[in-house]
Nanobody, 126 residues
Framework: QWQLVESGGGLVQAGDSLRLSCAAS????????MAWFRQAPGKEREFVAA????????DYTDSVKGRFTITRDNAKNMVYLQMNSLKPEDTAVYYC???????????????????WGKGTLVTVSL
């Protein structure tokens, strides 16, 4: 059973940057693709970014392309989401998730994830 713990959320102003971190406990972390999702108030959870098990491919939802970067450090069992040029519409709870074994999609859905963190809140003010 994996545990995923997100950190790094907070209250920032539009145009600022934040770096989210996700610490994973799974022993097979280096063989799993990982993803970030977010859920804004009153909205459904949506895909933000994904990274393949070896970091060789990253995919993003259109609204964050060019502003967000997903990376991973397999030696440390960590996944990161660097968020630049933040906008008020980026306000949401951000979740780290582990993709089901031996699976990768450039636009994964929630059902493609096997493990979830509890989330970290990002609030972007004007």
């Amino acid at each position: 059973q994996w545990q995923l713990v997100e950190s790094g959320g907070g209250l920032v102003q539009a145009g600022d940057s934040l770096r989210l971190s996700c610490a994973a406990s799974g022993r097979t972390f280096g063989t799993r693709s990982m993803a970030w999702f977010r859920q804004a108030p009153g909205k459904e959870r949506e895909f933000v970014a994904a990274i393949k098990w070896n970091g060789g491919r990253q995919d993003y939802t259109d609204s964050v392309k060019g502003r967000f970067t997903i990376t991973r450090d397999n030696a440390k069992n960590m996944v990161y989401l660097q968020m630049n040029s933040l906008k008020p519409e980026d306000t949401a709870v951000y979740y780290c998730a582990a993709v089901k074994a031996a699976y990768y999609s450039n636009t994964p859905a929630s059902v493609d994830m096997e493990y979830w963190g509890k989330g970290t809140l990002v609030t972007v003010s004007l």
